[in-house]
């Protein structure tokens, strides 16, 4: 666009020493460009939690009528390279994100939906979406948030193809791209409104399991959460296995040497099948939880570490569908059951959860030692398509026709996701505590980082929010002073 302008927001507060260093670079990157532009410092002068977001709607609000296009801009971030281009030319109507190659991230995205440092929209773009949130004080969110408005309000984006399958809870740092849909057709068996539950008596080859490394894996689709503690998969006794808790997570638990309880956990989706591994590695001495190929982070309320060997399990059967006789049995779907006599890797629980295992691709560097597909029946024995032929016994009241509990679904395992349209802007940045942890900020104890979570997770992502009251059209502020610090930059101070 022939004579477009743009504005350069840059919220700031208590860098000075950055702010001398960002406005002469701007001065010097922006020489010989043809880019007609100016920038506006908005600075927060108040004693509340910096609010990144209401500062750039208030930049917004002050020059919009004197600009065609508008850049956001962090201040300890520095263009270095011609890729980051201002011109309107690179906007083509839909927003960009440009800060996509910054030192402090090691030139890379910390995450696919990352979405700040600089960013450019239109001015009917950023109107359209009610520009950032106001609620979000002190770190993290706002670019998040800000991603959100744009997918609601059907702005232009790009699309990848991605795994895990987004769901209420995934974490949007571990998302990954993949280069195709994957789904898989299974058969399952469904234990809902059934008297149901698996028992097998392990063989030679499957007793010892639990006295080395082993790896557990399964799918599970349950509909509502569970009223009492409902185990998937059970070595009975002190029990070691994977079980649904009555808080809507999933656990996965061993009982170690010492007696003692070890375990991890995740909250997972309802009503939708989830993929879940248990890994438990003699030589780290710890139990692991995958869920939906994304390992577990440890937090402080979870045990996971364990005294080896664990409790001896040789001459106990295997429950599946309950913990053991008389407890309470579990009244949901399960699909693909497979044991594994080592330590899976991430690698191969990624391949598991894409492509599933079949004979045709083994996706894993050693065979199972128990494959449970329910593609095969042998009246009351579901057959093991692993080379051990730990065949599965099945009981129930109504043991006429044990056919009628196997049916077929399709597991759907990647999801499209809307982000960014992007430039390979190349910056640096000038460095401030923890900014090469972008990632690992988002699970600090940080109480305005925790508020800002339940913010986002539990109000926005949710729709109890509604973006088009909270933004551009309720700011109050007041401004205390501006002033020039050259004929291309000007500070405004606003207390909030």
Not at 125 to 137: C, K, R
Not at 219 to 229: H, V, Y
Not at 354 to 369: A, C
Not at 384 to 406: C, E, Q
């Amino acid at each position: 666009m022939t004579g477009a302008k743009i504005a350069i927001i840059v919220p700031y507060r208590d860098r000075r020493e950055q702010l001398d260093t960002f406005v002469p670079h701007m001065t010097e990157f922006f020489k010989n460009k043809d880019v007609d532009y100016e920038i506006f410092i908005i600075e927060q002068a108040d004693d509340k939690p910096f609010n990144y977001g209401k500062l750039c709607n208030i930049g917004f609000s002050l020059f919009k009528e004197g600009f065609d296009y508008f850049c956001f801009h962090d201040i300890d971030m520095l263009p270095v390279s011609d890729d980051c281009d201002y011109n309107y030319i690179h906007i083509g109507g839909y927003p960009i994100h440009m800060a996509t190659k910054v030192s402090a991230h090691t030139f890379k995205l910390p995450y696919l939906e990352y979405f700040g440092g600089v960013v450019m929209f239109s001015k009917e773009d950023f109107e359209a979406v009610n520009g950032y949130s106001n609620e979000y004080y002190g770190w993290g969110f706002a670019d998040l948030d800000l991603l959100h408005r744009c997918r609601i309000n059907d702005i232009e984006l790009d699309e990848e193809i991605v795994f895990p399958r987004i769901d209420s809870y995934y974490e949007f740092e571990k998302i990954k791209i993949t280069d195709k849909k994957y789904s898989e057709n299974v058969k399952y068996i469904d234990f809902k409104d059934n008297d149901l539950y698996l028992k097998i008596f392990p063989n030679n080859q499957i007793k010892d399991l639990t006295k080395d490394s082993f790896s557990v894996s399964l799918w599970f689709n349950k509909d509502e959460i569970a009223k009492e503690e409902e185990y998937l998969v059970s070595w009975p006794g002190f029990n070691t296995g994977i079980s649904l808790q009555n808080d809507g997570t999933i656990r996965v638990n061993v009982y170690d040497n010492d007696r003692q309880y070890c375990f991890a956990y995740k909250r997972y989706e309802l009503g939708v099948w989830n993929h879940v591994a248990m890994v438990v590695d003699y030589n780290k001495e710890v139990v692991e939880l995958y869920l939906n190929s994304v390992k577990v982070p440890y937090t402080g309320d979870q045990q996971p570490y364990i005294v080896t060997p664990l409790i001896d399990y040789s001459y106990q059967p295997i429950y599946i569908g309950c913990a053991s006789l008389n407890s309470s049995a579990y009244k949901g779907k399960l699909s693909n059951l497979l044991m594994f006599d080592y330590v899976l890797e991430q690698r191969e629980v990624d391949n598991i959860y894409l492509e599933g295992y079949n004979g045709k691709k083994q996706n894993t560097d050693l065979e199972p030692v128990l494959n449970i597909n329910f593609n095969k029946i042998y009246h009351d024995f579901i057959l093991d398509s692993s080379i051990t032929m730990n065949h599965v016994k099945m009981h129930s009241l109504d043991f006429t026709d044990y056919s009628k509990f196997i049916k077929t679904d399709v597991i759907e395992k990647t999801s499209k996701l809307s982000v960014p349209s992007r430039i390979m802007g190349k910056y640096q940045s000038l460095i401030h505590d923890d900014d090469d942890k972008i990632t690992e900020k988002f699970y600090s104890w940080d109480p305005d980082i925790v508020q800002n979570s339940q913010i986002y997770f539990d109000e926005v992502l949710t729709g109890k929010v509604d973006t088009k009251k909270i933004g551009l059209n309720y700011l109050n502020y007041k401004i205390l002073s501006e002033e020039e610090i050259n004929e291309k930059t000007k500070w405004i101070k606003v207390v909030l």
